[in-house]
Nanobody, 125 residues
């Protein structure tokens, strides 16, 4: 069991940057593969980024490559999502997710067992 709490969301102008944080408690974060998902109003939750236990490998949704960067600091039990060149279509609630065990990266909702409450990101035109 691991508890995840996202923070860092807010309102930014198009072209701006934002850094989201996901703080974990209950278990050592290094045991988990981590991911970020987002859900825009009226749409299904979609994959954003994933990272392996040590942070040595990352994976991104094709449309977000080059703009978003996922990283982790296991000593601080925190995962980050750096978002640059933000667009209005990036507006969504962003969720942190964790999976115990595995050998690669994971990009779908059923592959994750634990979720945070989400943090709102709003990008204005």
């Amino acid at each position: 069991q691991v508890q995840l709490v996202e923070s860092g969301g807010g309102l930014v102008q198009a072209g701006g940057s934002l850094r989201l944080s996901c703080a974990a408690s209950g278990r050592t974060l290094s045991w988990y593969f981590m991911g970020w998902f987002r859900q825009a109003p009226g749409k299904e939750r979609e994959f954003v980024a994933a990272i392996t236990r040590s942070g040595g490998n990352t994976y991104y949704a094709d449309s977000l490559k080059g703009r978003f960067t996922i990283s982790r600091d296991n000593a601080e039990n925190t995962v980050y999502l750096q978002m640059n060149s933000l667009k209005p279509e990036d507006t969504a609630v962003y969720y942190c997710a964790a999976r115990l065990g595995g050998s690669s990266y994971y990009t779908t909702i059923p592959e994750y067992s634990y979720w945070g409450q989400g943090t709102q990101v709003t990008v204005s035109s």
